[in-house]
């Protein structure tokens, strides 16, 4: 079975392969990233305004990621990995409420954060799951072109948690890009960090 994607350029070599990162690898890499992400939050030892740094920068990641990955991972395991659809139904009810639980947090000393890095932990552990059987039907080719897209997804997606907003195609697609446009104007307003890299650069005062 093979995932629904739109046609590749016509060419004659039979094995065709796209340039980018597969989705498998760009997958396992955030994940790897929302962990440590995820443990440096929780840790007592960082001044107070790096954990709030760090806090806005977990919120960004894993808000750009669920939205990357409904828009492409969940639909791509639905039409390839047979009996997955209930699996993806479940993991689309916990990021919401992943989200509604990054949404309500009040900073990096609220007690519920703690539940944030717990409930992030168990994403990663499921949708790992998912991606292994995806890895096994769907072609090298297939894959990176999931992953470009997922990448073009995440460059729109938005960086606070939306709970409320369409989880599934085509409304997902959609809306997300006009929420993405929204929150990083205010994330440009009010000088908030929403990548690694961000951390690296001098506060403006």
């Known amino acids: 079975m093979t995932v629904p994607l739109p046609p590749l350029p016509p060419t004659a070599d039979d094995a065709y392969r796209p340039g980018g990162r597969s989705l498998a690898e760009i997958v396992d890499r955030e994940h790897r990233a929302l962990l440590g992400l995820a443990e440096r939050v929780t840790g007592p030892e960082l001044p107070y305004e790096r954990r709030r740094e760090l806090l806005d920068v977990l919120i960004a990641a894993v808000s750009r990621h669920l939205s990357a990955e409904e828009q492409y991972l969940f639909p791509a395991a639905r039409a390839a990995v047979p009996d997955s659809t209930e699996l993806v139904d479940r993991e689309l009810a916990a990021d919401v409420a992943l989200l509604t639980a990054l949404r309500g947090l009040s900073g990096p000393e609220d007690p519920a954060l703690a539940d944030v890095a717990e409930r992030v932990r168990r994403h990663v552990g499921r949708v790992a ?4 059987p995806l890895r096994q039907v769907a072609t090298d080719a297939e894959l990176i072109r999931l992953g470009n897209r997922w990448e073009i997804a995440e460059e729109a997606a938005p960086t606070r948690p939306h709970p409320g907003t369409p989880a599934t195609p085509p409304w997902n697609k959609l809306v997300e890009p006009v929420v993405g ?6 994330d440009v ?14 506060r403006k005062h």
């Not at 690694?196 to 650069?201: K, T």
């Open 129 to 132: 799951a998912l991606v292994a």
């Open 189 to 202: 307003v009010t000088g908030r960090r929403t990548h690694l890299s961000d951390l690296e650069r001098p």
């Open 181 to 186: 446009v929204l929150d990083k104007v205010r």
